[in-house]
């Protein structure tokens, strides 16, 4: 029986280590392809493989297709958006995340993107602080809930919208829930995003939305691009001089972000919020945990299809 990493942006080595330990000692042989740079690579790889983790890999119908031996898909992390649900539950392959295991990093780069923005891009220029301002929780969920721990440590007053959740269990964290998505724009200095990519989220954050949000907002995004509007977030930027962009998902259009608004917005070289040692060794070691007990007692827990 065979388990594939196939990570084009890899784990730290440390928790490749650990993971091989855990997928070994189960009598299970681990294949790992790297920084893998063509879909071919992929391909060939998940052959002859009964597991597969990965991280924001895209297991579309053609790699599930060619995965004769598979039965397991684990995403090393929150988001599933890059695995075909469907393709997978017609072949009767299982796929699981691995919730929360790396929400920590995620929220401590919004806030830590917060300050750099605050303070100009650290160019020696008059800031601001975060103290005594206003933040928005958009979907109070693992990451959400790391991103307000954080910001009260800050001073920040801390507002959460969350459809899916009542609001006494967010006010009981010391978070103001709100009524409505509006609302919270417009009460946010700060909006944070945290909702998945779905139809119904896509392009959902627009002009109309975002505003709403006071004068000086700033919209952060560690979540993902697509649920951007960009053509309406980049018509709003040219209308609002005090309006900030930043993101750990580069826009499709970034150049034009670049071009016209430099100084208002900032985009991770690559997306970076879940790459730390702590992050890479939650999620992975989870991942590897739930191959394994799924390959060898049927366990699905964190199943998402
Ligand atoms: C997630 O969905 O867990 C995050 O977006 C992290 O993705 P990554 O594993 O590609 O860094």
Known sequence: MKVLIATEKPFAASAVNEMKTIIENAGIELVLLEKYTSKQE??????NVEGIIIRSDIIDSEVINAASQLKVVIRAGAGYDNVDLKAASEKNIVVMNTPGQNANAVAELVLGMMVFMARNKFNGSTGTELKDKTIGIHAYGNVGRNVAR???????????YDPFLKPE???AEGVIAVDSVEELYKVSQYISLHIPATPATIKSIGYDLVSLMPK????????RKEVIDEAGLLKLMGDRD???YIADIKPS??????????????FTPKKMGAQTKEANTNAGLAAANQAVAYLKSGIDKFRVN
């Open 216 to 223: 000086g907002a700033t919209l952060i995004n560690t979540a």
């Open 150 to 160: 954080i910001a009260k440590g800050f001073g920040m007053t801390v507002y959460a």
């Open 242 to 244: 005090d309006f900030v």
């Open 42 to 47: 992929l391909l060939d790889a998940v052959k």
């Open 253 to 266: 259009n970034m150049d034009e972000f670049n071009a016209k608004y430099e100084d208002r917005c900032f």
């Open 169 to 171: 269990h967010i006010n």
